[in-house]
């Protein structure tokens, strides 16, 4: 993103060197934009999650507490099922909770507190906002991010540039998250190996202990055998023999139960790892089935805009072949709420080449919200992407879309491959294009 998604304060307060601005992405401001000096920023309390930005809330709850955690306290505030609802109408739920305040506000904060105590207490020596950052800067590379998150965000230091510096950070690191799944899908073909290989040594061993059990019964038999007989001849004379041999046996029982143990406990420990071993293999792979969910998606998206290319190359060029990839856009009026300036300037180009019209809302960050709702009447089609807008902007989009029968799509990200395979899946007759496009004319072979 260009920038967050809240309107950017002025740092003044900071009383950082050039270099300092320079590391931690704060600009310098004009002496005549400073902002009136508050008292707030210095009170000795920490800020409730109520006071904070209500864009903030959507970072705090979604990378503070866990899913698990929202099922058991959003439904005791709204009319959700904690089993039925989705894990994103959980989430929606808690970050609307968190704006409106009230009892689920401070019940999400008691929550966070409890949690994360021995951070706050860690961020309470922090003198200024200096110390913050510097704080917030160790956890990055400890990688023990919620926490600090938590602290940072209501410590009484903690001013708008800091926020925006701590929020910025953790944008980023979400862009880190499919890095690791190459090493995952490794990790998951090493584990079944290893696996497999458990349960062939468990096997053994559970032969092994079989065969020692018999052993033993065995011995046991031929003991209580010989002792039988033993006490019917009543020799006096082989008495001593006799206790030897009594006493070697017990011996060979006393032995074959001490392995008998320890086979056993071995088999045990092997179990335990593999139920182990077992578990993690299921988890990546979900991880590695809900990338490949995510890898389809994405081809989708490049090839409607491969073919988007391909059509607007054959028009520059005098082709009479027509832009079948943005035909459903000919002749209506789009309306596009959010995204990223660069991706939207694009759209828009695409857009009115293809005989339609976009109109562009940035969803509050420099458009008035009131717009929203006069741009939204007499559109054909409402599009978001869900990676790029507030929710305030969009709940306000759907309300609006309702009223006036209005057909609204959420668009994966803001980027142009996106909106242009939304269009191809509005309008089934391009699909079949996208799936078996005409023969080319140009021959490998002849040229």
């Not at 000795?44 to 999650?49: G, I, T, Y």
């Not at 099922?71 to 959700?80: A, G, I, M, S, Y």
């Not at 096997?203 to 011995?219: K, P, Y």
Request: charged fraction near 30%; aromatic fraction near 4%; glycine fraction near 6%.
């Amino acid at each position: 993103m260009y920038t967050p998604p809240f309107p950017l304060a002025q740092p003044s307060r900071l009383k950082l060197s050039g270099d300092e601005f320079a590391s931690t992405g704060i600009r310098a401001v004009d002496a005549c934009c400073s902002p009136v000096k508050l008292s707030l920023p210095r009170a000795k309390r920490r800020a409730r999650l109520s006071e904070l930005d209500h864009h903030l809330h959507c970072s705090i709850i979604g990378t503070c507490l866990s899913t698990h955690e929202l099922r058991k306290l959003v439904p005791k505030f709204t009319d959700l099922d904690r089993r039925d609802a989705s894990d994103l109408e959980i989430h929606h739920s808690a970050v609307e909770l968190a704006i409106e305040g009230g009892a689920a506000a401070k019940a999400l904060h008691k929550l966070l507190d409890e949690r994360y105590s021995g951070a706050i207490r860690r961020f309470d020596k922090a003198a200024d906002d200096a110390e913050l950052l510097k704080l917030w800067d160790e956890a990055l590379k400890s990688g023990d991010i919620p926490p600090a998150y938590w602290a940072l965000m209501t410590h009484p230091f903690a001013t708008m540039p800091v926020r925006q510096k701590a929020f910025g950070d953790l944008h980023m690191l979400s862009h880190l998250v499919g890095a690791a799944n190459r090493a995952d899908i490794r990790r998951l073909v090493a584990l079944e190996e290893e696996n497999a290989a458990l349960k062939e040594k468990i096997e053994r061993q559970q032969s092994r202990l079989q065969e020692l059990s018999i052993e033993r019964d065995a011995s046991a038999a031929a003991f209580d055998e010989q002792l039988a007989q033993l006490q019917a001849r009543q020799l006096p004379a082989d008495a001593a023999g006799l206790q030897a041999e009594l006493e070697h046996l017990r011996e060979r029982l006393a032995d074959a139960d001490q392995r008998v143990a320890l086979h056993t406990s071995r088999r045990e420990a092997a179990e335990q790892r593999m139920q182990q071993e077992q578990e993690a293999a299921l988890a990546l792979r979900r991880s590695h089935d809900q990338a490949l969910a995510l890898l389809k998606l994405v081809q989708s998206e490049c090839d409607a805009l491969e073919r988007a290319t391909v059509d607007a190359a054959s028009a520059s060029h005098g082709s009479e072949a027509r832009r079948a990839s943005l035909d459903g856009v000919h002749g209506k009026r789009i309306v596009y709420v959010g995204g990223r300036p660069g991706s939207n300037a694009a759209l828009k180009r695409l857009v009115e080449a293809a005989g339609g019209e976009l109109v562009v809302h940035d969803g509050g960050v420099e458009d008035r919200k009131g717009l929203l709702a006069a741009a939204l009447p007499g559109a054909d089609i409402v599009v978001f992407p869900v990676d790029c807008v507030d929710h305030d902007s969009m709940n306000t989009l759907k309300r609006i879309c309702e009223r006036h029968s209005i057909d609204y799509h959420p668009l994966r990200t803001a980027s142009v491959a996106s909106f242009v395979e939304l269009i191809a899946r509005l309008h089934p007759e391009h699909v079949a294009q996208l799936r078996n496009p005409p023969p080319p004319a140009f021959c490998l072979r002849h040229g």
